[in-house]
């Protein structure tokens, strides 16, 4: 029993793991989830045509157990497909996405189930998340996401924005536990960079969201996460546009959600659309000025390094001899 729930009669929760290449960190990652104290859910697999050990893991542990269902794509179709793949799959009142190479202590799924009781608003619920090293398993950080409870729309918009969108927090809230009816009118996601914030975009103007202040969950940094380039290239984005200027897309993606939200007013549309795009500028202004005196400052250290450069009372003036 877990807060007055029976987690054998509880409601059906599904968990979609989308995986390419899964190892060595795919067995964990499904044993964890198999694992958890809340039991009532379905674990679906989909293999996006790996071509290491991926298949043999996965066909071996759902013969084991009965919850897993494990499809296999007979092509790559792509990242962003993989993961509106295993929601359309998912038959459960509730949703969630998992990575092959993440963990998950016994305790989350009912953490996230019990958080519910919270608010009738709510939509999705997760914990806080420690990231680590991919290779070593060391913290890099503790990810606290974020919480909109009591919010209005807006108010929850500018919470996202300055919290995920800005970078404050990674998005580790990404993967927490959505009511599926309300993650439906975010997905499938668009195949472009940081997708998954325009899914956090369009829910928080819908609806709450809570972060249990326990860190049950684990997430590896490295692989794609370490650059737009490899993000681009797994996900099979062909723009040039969508690949040099992301945040630029992304904003456009973001000001087409303001736009299109009912439950919006078009005094609030309005105002939030304005208010979105001056924060866009303001960031990024500011993220050209630090890159400019980086890159100036790159420069300065090159030229002293060669001895191209002195100070302007040791240099000779013009057409004259130095003074030695």
Known sequence: MCGGLNVKDGPLVSIGM????????????????LDQEYTNFELIISDNASTDGTAAVCLDLARRDGRIRYYRQPANIGAVANFNTVFALGRG???????????????????????????????????RGEWVDGETGRQILVDRGFSTIGLPPAGRYARYKST?????HVGVIFYGLYKREALASAVPMPNVIAT??????????IGEFVVVPETLMVKRWGGTSTSYANMARVMGIKSRLAVKYPMLVREAFLQRIIATTPELSVFQKLRLSCWSAANYLHVHARIAIINGVRRQGGRLLRALRVG?????????ASGRRAVP
């Open 164 to 168: 995920i969108h800005d970078g404050n």
């Open 308 to 316: 191209r450069w002195r100070p302007s009372a040791q240099r000779p």
């Open 18 to 33: 989308p995986v390419y290449n899964g190892m060595p960190h795919l067995h964990g990652a499904v044993t964890s989830l």
């Open 196 to 205: 998954d914030h325009l899914v956090l975009a369009k829910l928080c103007l």
């Open 93 to 127: 009142r509730y949703f969630m996405w998992a990575c092959h190479d993440d963990w998950w202590a016994p305790g989350y799924v009912r953490a996230c189930i019990d958080a519910f009781s919270l608010s009738e608003r709510l939509i999705l619920a997760g914990t």
